[in-house]
Structure formats: structure tokens, C-alpha cells
Antibody, heavy 125, light 107 residues
């Protein structure tokens, strides 16, 4: 049973860099994409990006210029860095595993099937 | 980006009721549609993938249907633990996008 445990600074000032880490246990690190998703207070979910052990990555174009997601395979951690934060980046940030499920009428469906506990990051001067 | 529109934004129901939540996409996504449940203060929980396939352990009172651009999550016989917010999500093309959520509240 995979477990994701995340941590990082919860209060930032505008223009600083957000940095969060997610530790993965209980499952092979190399077989999946590992993702970050955020949720502003009272709002819906926004996919930030994802990275795979092989080095493949995908980022949301809306955040691409400010985002880096990296892997530390020796420690089975992955990290989100989001630069030049503003109040609009205030949100609960989740790490998640992206799995691949077989389904009729598809070539396999990508799903976020395991999630970290979430970290509230507040950006305020 | 593929836009996801859920309706209604919220609904009130009682234990034992059946409810339907609709998700409409801005372009056809074939069967690449998933559903999640989120209880207050908790991380989302993965429920259904590929429109109608239940994740292991999800009760059979949950079901999904639809195709193309119109999809439905049905809960038949609401239980107390089902009062939560539900999100649809497309996995047809990046950026992966979610609906804005439908909150199922106690009447």
C-alpha cells in the first residue's frame, strides 16, 4: 500500500519560492508519474505537473515558467518548487501518484489514485 | 485546455436518496473521465475511472455513465459518509483538468 507524506514551509512572502517535498513509501518509485495538485481555499483542484523516474515530465502551461518538479530517487522523494509566488498561489498543495488503469474504449486511463495529506501554503506580506 | 463543467454546484439530499451529478467537457474525451470524492479537510479520494469502472473498495451504490462530452455520477441510496464534494477529471490530454466540484449536502 503506497503512502505519500509531504512537508514544507506553510507561510511565504510574495516573490519567494515555494518548496514542498513528498516522500513515497510502500511501492516502487520508478513505475509511476508523481504529481502535484493544488486547491485554493474554497475552490477546485488544479494540476500543477508531474515527473517520472525516467526523467519525463509534464507541467501545466499556466505555471510552466515558474515550476520545477524534481526527483530524488535515492530517497524516493519528489519536490515541487514554485518561484515568484503571489497571493494567488495560496492553496492546499497535494502530492499524488498517477497510475494507469485499463478501461474499455481507452488505451489506459491515467488516474490520481493515492494522495498526500495536503499542505496549506499561504502567501502574505 | 479542456474545460470541465459540473452541475449542479451543490445539492441537498437525505440519507437513502439517489443523486445524479453531471459533468460536461468542452470537447470530446472518449472514455477518459474519472471521479473523485473529497470530504472536508481531507485529500480527494479516487472513486471511478474510465467513466464507469469502480476503484477497488468503492461501494456499488456509486456508478458512472456517459460518453463523449457528457458524463454522470450516480449515487443510489446515499449514506451518511457520502455527503462530500465530488469532482470529475479528464485524462484525455494534458493539462489534466478537474470540474469545479459538486457538494452533496444534508437536507
Amino acid at each position: 500500500q503506497v503512502q505519500l507524506q509531504q512537508w514544507g514551509a506553510g507561510l511565504l512572502k510574495p516573490s519567494e519560492t515555494l518548496s514542498l517535498t513528498c516522500a513515497v513509501s510502500g511501492e516502487s518509485f520508478s513505475d509511476y508519474f508523481w504529481a502535484w495538485i493544488r486547491q485554493p481555499p474554497g475552490k477546485g483542484l488544479e494540476w500543477i505537473g508531474e515527473v517520472r523516474h525516467s526523467g519525463n515530465f509534464n507541467y501545466n502551461p499556466s505555471l510552466k515558467t515558474r515550476v520545477t518538479i524534481s526527483l530524488d530517487t535515492s530517497k524516493t522523494h519528489f519536490t515541487l518548487n514554485l518561484g515568484s509566488v503571489t497571493a494567488a498561489d495560496t492553496a492546499v498543495y497535494y502530492c499524488a501518484r498517477q497510475n494507469h488503469k485499463a478501461a474499455a474504449g481507452t488505451f489506459g486511463v491515467k488516474v490520481f489514485d493515492s494522495w498526500g495529506q495536503g499542505t496549506l501554503v499561504t502567501v502574505s506580506s | 485546455d479542456i474545460q470541465m463543467t459540473q452541475s449542479p454546484p451543490s445539492l441537498s439530499a437525505s440519507v437513502g436518496d439517489g443523486v445524479n451529478i453531471t459533468c460536461r467537457t468542452s470537447q470530446t474525451i472518449s472514455n477518459y473521465l474519472n471521479w473523485y470524492q473529497q470530504r472536508p479537510g481531507k485529500a480527494p479520494k479516487f472513486l471511478i475511472y474510465g467513466v464507469s469502472n469502480l476503484q477497488t473498495g468503492v461501494p456499488s451504490r456509486f456508478s458512472g455513465s456517459g460518453s463523449g462530452t457528457d458524463f454522470t455520477l450516480t449515487i443510489s441510496g446515499l449514506q451518511a459518509e457520502d455527503f462530500a464534494t465530488y469532482y470529475c477529471q479528464q485524462s484525455y490530454r494534458t493539462p489534466w483538468t478537474f470540474g469545479q466540484g459538486t457538494t452533496v449536502e444534508v437536507k
